[in-house]
């Protein structure tokens, strides 16, 4: 897989230089997109295809509509237009899209080369890289899908400069997983507000750089790929729980303060430690977003992760600074309880 990332007015020169050397001006290419993306980001990257032969397909965004309805839409306009095995997709959007774009080239024909242009910092950092992607089904995030990479990946961090506040602090929750997991300069990088965007390049590519090194070594996540998942098992749980009105990267955030605190609880995790990271969170995510009677019908959800063996709910843990351990399993009743103490410290903000 290729991938590069730039910011500023080398985006376009790179891109074009790019699809001319692979030969993809050629093809039919085939632009996949969002209604915001369409407004904002669509006009950039259809001036370096001015020469090609491309037609767009502008779908719903929003977790809600990642389904297999949404697919079938898609492919049903894919036929329409008449895309074949040697035409070229260019998914451009944020982490929904990214997932769900994958799945639908992955399976169009048996599969369609396609590029990944991430809109979000959710998506350069997390989504668009590593080749997993897929769709909700039966309540259930990311149900149905399957490993595979695109062709490349094209990183334009001038795209989320202005993302708002929300939507940027929700990438910033993969940035600092990445941080707690292994890259000593992301967690230097976020302890401190305001985090000035101009700068941001450097995490991205530093969260690019740790998340490849790891799924380049375990693609389909038997073993070491599995720390990635590191707040995610109570994140996903919350996330699903309390769609649409949650952002991945808020949900991951409370999932992370509860996987300390577990840490802290299993394995002795160094307090003065489990207190700098729980303070870093807490600087973009000061809101409580779970409630205490909601916390059953979480744990409900937890149980269909596919992380799960013999009907045992699996974590990844830290043992100590950068030391992260997975396939931990967590009783339902150490569940409970750290998720009502994660709840006790966002109230206290």
Known sequence: MDYFVVDGSSFCK?????????????????????????????????????????????????????????????????????????????????????????????????????????????????AAFGGKNGINFYNVKNQIGLFLKPKSVAVNT????????????????????????????????????????????????????????????????????????????????????????????EAVAFGMVCAVLLSERKFSLDKKYAEKLISIIRLYFDKNIVQSSDIESIIGIMRHDKKNENGEIKFVLLKDIHSPVYDITVSPEDIRKAINDAIKIFVNI
């Not at 969002?34 to 779908?59: M, R």
């Not at 839409?73 to 998914?91: A, G, M």
């Not at 996330?239 to 991945?248: I, K, N, R, S």
């Open 158 to 249: 001038d795209f989320i400069k202005t993302l708002p506040e929300r939507q940027f602090n929700s990438g910033l929750a993969e940035a600092i997983k990445c941080g707690i997991l292994g890259v000593d300069g992301i967690l230097n990088e976020t302890s401190n507000k305001p985090l000035a965007r101009t700068g941001i390049l450097r995490i991205v590519d530093d969260a690019i750089r740790f998340k490849i090194s790891i799924t380049d070594e375990d693609f389909t996540e038997k073993n070491k790929r599995k720390i990635l998942n590191f707040g995610h098992t109570i994140g996903h749980a919350v996330e699903t729980y309390y769609m649409p009105q949650l952002l991945h990267g």
């Open 14 to 126: 790179k891109l074009s230089e790019y699809i001319v050397t692979n030969n993809y001006h050629s093809r039919h290419i085939f632009i996949l997109t969002d209604e915001n993306v369409n407004k904002f980001c669509l006009p950039t990257i259809l001036s370096v295809l001015e020469n090609a032969k491309y037609d767009v397909i502008v779908c719903e965004g929003g977790e809600e509509n990642k389904t297999l309805e949404t697919c079938c839409k898609i492919w049903r306009r894919l036929s329409d237009l008449n895309c074949d095995r040697h035409s070229f997709v260019i998914i451009i959007g944020g982490g929904v899209l990214c997932d769900m774009g994958s799945f639908v080239a992955g399976t169009f024909m048996r599969g369609i080369d396609h590029m990944l242009i991430p809109t979000t910092l959710l998506a350069q950092i997390d």
